[in-house]
């Protein structure tokens, strides 16, 4: 008999964004159990992770277990005493022949368990091993550790409870409603569980929630923020959305910054006008399905007014001293203890951004890279630091240049986001960048594994992307400076942005970066050249030969430096090789390749580079480094991996 | 309309109903309800304990003179410890916003991620920021960890915003316009506080009068701790009571200090690493002096 399967674990309220990671975590953790089933479906709410799964059997298909004993030759008791431990008499044992001679064997059926019993056993350990970033003791210490408290667990297979306890709390058929609007203990079977939580305001599934608020956000003109939904969907077991507004007046105060309050502080979508102005409204999403009579929307109105009144409040008191003028005052905030204060890295910037070429803007920009630290915004406003200094140095009348520059300087902040626009803001946020690199290196702050609490690998990201999509040729070796562990890390950058961000193949990537990655321009533009020849039918024939060429070389132990002698080469194809090479060298590879090919291949084929003679073996070795040296400045060819 | 005063008359009722004691504000300044001995050292130990107060929490750079709506210098918390927390602790603190006349079925309720950390005190805890229309009116916290020690019961903690709590029932605006009962309002009654607090924290405090009874405090804490032994017969006796008063000047000092702009980078840290030091001192002499008194 085919059993449907439903486990529910009701908990306290999980963190919004923990919980999509928890729910594939589930069902992996349950696949592993190896129980048949048909489909598998994963459902929460901020309140409840809840796995269904159709098609459970009743019981595990029966098997059999075949124990092997003693060989036919060993004596009879040994026989006698192997059938009583498998609870049969001698002559019911089988004989069977093996590698090694006759042995007696056996075969005993085993019934298989009933599915319910190897769920209540595998449960309770299942359901704690599920992974989350942080976890809490919520019975006292050395108790069980989840995410939050497990208050209720439904668990059916079928009609059937399958019990089992954790922390006190038993497995049932009984779950629990929205936390005002829905009853807090409500029969249910597998069959009708969507509908009793729908009945008791809770939506279970994420997507539907999704696609309610969707509906309801289709007639404002929303900004458009995916993330905010997720977060929205995964903090509501009923989510409506409300429109409410503010006073225009509050439209002088810079978007930045409305937008800012709306989004991270309270969770609301912004609106737009017609033009893609910010319009004096928002939209709030509630855990409930009704606002008659005004309160939730008059209530966040109330909260959004005196956030917005904070923030204008802040953006006053902060005018009364420009930006530059702050500057001395970042000798009272600390980069890193043992780093320095933020003016003494405001020194380095400024130094580092005239050796790359930075004009009086950039340094001016370098300047006041920092400053908005001290104002009143950034210390509420934590997130919008450089947009905020980019502001009131626009404010205060600073060139363009130099506030764009100041207002981007944190960019890219992800693979997604753009590099600062401008060649002023790409100058100042490299140099920002590399002195926060350099400096944590130079004193043992190296991230490791997923602690990275200076996010120094977005910056060498942030460095790698600005040097490469700015066009900026400045060798990054030299800005790197001696440090072997950067040196790695930033080779590892490298790899990852062209590897996992352009799309190159990774044989590709290491080939042409085995010719050096110094220089970002010259790899990619070397990138782009062996993805095309890679097409041309010439390119794997030759780059086995290569690879071959490479490992002739490595085998022989052949350092180089040997005197090529003409004299010494064979007629035929030896000789015709080295003419060609002496055609085609200095030539771009995609113009001889396909010429070059099959006198290499003939090469391989007539000749026997491990002649007896010594010199000519040492010739040969020598004409084929020269071979591969004529291409190394692009690629090495023997990275490609090849199918032949 | 509830005044201020009625909103703590209802909550302490309503948590002297479920077995709370119902303490007075701590007669030594501190910056938030935590860190009253009530909080921070009951919380350790193997003994359960259920305590409500209101706590007039300083904060010297908080302060704005008066001028600001929404922003104090002191403002009052009303603190709860249920230590162990009860399985149904979420749904005895939505009864304590009903008692207070807040329909939540009609009201926008989320309990949203917001972990409590006090390095200076070795103390963490896991919890919610609860949010009711868009305000945040409470933090919840399951406490993990206070001076460094795993706590044996995981106490919950509700830390609500008796002043943001008020301007929400009353629909203030301001808090200064909150009635603190008929005929006074939140100005009447503390407005003086802020503005010259303001003054003394940001302007008239004198900087080494300041470092030197910090330095007192720091010592007179050291001394004590330092005769602290866990093997005496009688260490039951000691005044690890009195120790924690001389840590919380320290605290308090050390923000006046800080508001005053008197800490300089590089001696920030430090100060901090010496408040922390007495602190969780304290606290894991305490634990060591309640194992002793539990046999």
Known sequence: MSLPFLLEIGTEEIPDWMIPGALENLRLLFEKLEIPHESIAMDATPRRLVLRAEGLPERQADSEERVVGPAKSAPAQAVAGFARKQGVKPEDLAVETTAKGEYYSFTRKVAGRASKDILAEALPSLILQIYFPKTMYWTAKGGPRFIRPIRWMVALLGEEIVPFEIAGVHSGALTSGHRRLGAREIAITTADYEQRLRDHYVILSAERRREKIRKELAGVRIKPDPALLETLVYITEYPTAITGSFDAQFLELPEEVLVTVMRHHQKYFSVEDARGKLAPQFVAVMNIPADPEGFVRRGNERVLRARFNDARFFWEADRKKTLAARKLDLAHVTFQAKLGTYLEKTGRVVEL??????????????????????????????ELQGVVGGLYAR???????????VYDHYKPESMDDAIPRGRTGQLVSLADKLDTLRGCFRVGMVPSGSRDPFALRRAAQGVVRILVEGEISVPLLNLIG????????????????????????????????????????DLKARLLRVQALRSTPDFEPLAASFKRIRNILDQAEFKGGVGFNQQLLEPGPEQDLYQEYRRIAGQPIEHVISQLRPKVDLFFDKVLVNAPDARVRQNRLALLHTLLAEFSPIADFSEIVTHS | MQSFQDIIFTLKRYWADRGCIIQEPYDV??????????????????HPYRVAYVQPSRRPAD????????????????QVILKPSP??????????????????RKHDIKFEEDNWEAPTLGAWGIGWQVMLDGLEITQFTYFQQCGGIDLDLVPAELTYGLERLAAFLQVKDSVYDIEWTKGFSYADVRY??????????????????????????????????????PKAADKKRFPLLPTYDHALKCSNLFNTLDSRGAISVTERVGVIQRVRKIAVGVAQAWADQQQEVAQ
């Not at chain 1, 562990?485 to 062209?498: G, H, I, K, S």
């Not at chain 2, 104090?72 to 918390?77: A, T």
């Open chain 1, 353 to 382: 951004v005239k050796e790359l070429g930075g004009d009086a803007d950039a340094a001016r920009a370098a300047e006041l890279l920092k400053c908005d630290l001290t104002t009143e915004l950034v210390k509420e406003f934590t």
């Open chain 1, 395 to 405: 404010a205060d009348g600073e060139p363009e240049a130099v506030w764009q520059a």
């Open chain 1, 482 to 521: 001696p440090d072997d562990a950067l040196r790695a890390f930033f080779e590892d950058r490298v790899r990852f942005y062209f590897k996992d961000h352009c799309g190159f193949a990774y044989d590709e990537v290491n080939a042409c970066m085995a010719s050096g990655w110094s220089s970002l321009l």
């Open chain 2, 29 to 46: 300044e501190v910056g938030a309800g935590t860190m009253c001995p009530e909080t921070f050292l009951r919380v350790l130990g193997p």
């Open chain 2, 63 to 78: 302060g704005r003179y008066g001028d600001n709506p929404n922003r104090l210098f002191k403002h009052s918390q009303l």
């Open chain 2, 87 to 104: 399985d149904d602790v979420i749904e005895q603190y939505l009864g304590s916003l009903e008692a207070m006349g807040i329909d939540l």
């Open chain 2, 192 to 229: 003086r506080d802020e503005l010259q607090y303001s003054v003394y924290n940001f302007e008239a405090a004198d900087i080494p009068t300041l470092w030197k009874l910090f330095e007192l405090h720091e010592r007179e804490a050291a001394r004590l701790l330092k005769l602290y032994d």
